[in-house]
């Protein structure tokens, strides 16, 4: 599985922004797919995550009511709809997929996209 992220960029405070994960090679097996994020100086911590079948949501406190993860799956895109973005969300935000391949689990990540938030 590959993945790949875009829509990173410079907002200023109480902008929005929406991310893209475009997913591509053994898509079938994936199970659930996420955001990450990893500010400057800390640990990359969970954003929101989403199941393939029964599509359960999952967000952290920090971004709940603000930030809206969806997944497309006959295009094999996952997005995240970011809305009242404030300083505190700048970081370097990670796609992630969970795989399975009988007996195996796999762990997938992207790149990376860059979301600066100006004050």
């Known amino acids: 599985v590959q993945l790949v992220e875009s829509g990173g960029d410079l907002v200023q405070a109480g902008g929005s922004l929406r991310l893209s994960c475009a997913a591509s090679?053994?898509?079938?097996?994936?199970?659930?797919m996420g955001w990450y994020r990893q500010a400057p100086g800390k640990q990359r911590e969970l954003v929101a995550t989403?199941?393939?079948?029964?599509?359960?949501?999952n967000y952290a406190d920090s971004v709940k009511g603000r930030f809206t993860i969806s997944r497309d799956n006959a295009k094999n895109m996952m997005y995240l709809q970011m809305n009242s973005l404030n300083p505190e969300d700048t970081a370097v935000y990670y796609c992630?997929?969970?795989?399975?391949?009988?007996?195996?689990?796999?762990?997938?990540w992207g790149q990376g996209t860059q979301v600066t938030v100006s004050s």
């Open positions: 090679g053994s898509t079938f097996s994936i199970r659930a």
């Open positions: 992630n997929a969970r795989a399975v391949e009988w007996p195996r689990e796999y762990e997938y």
């Open positions: 989403i199941t393939s079948i029964s599509g359960r949501l």
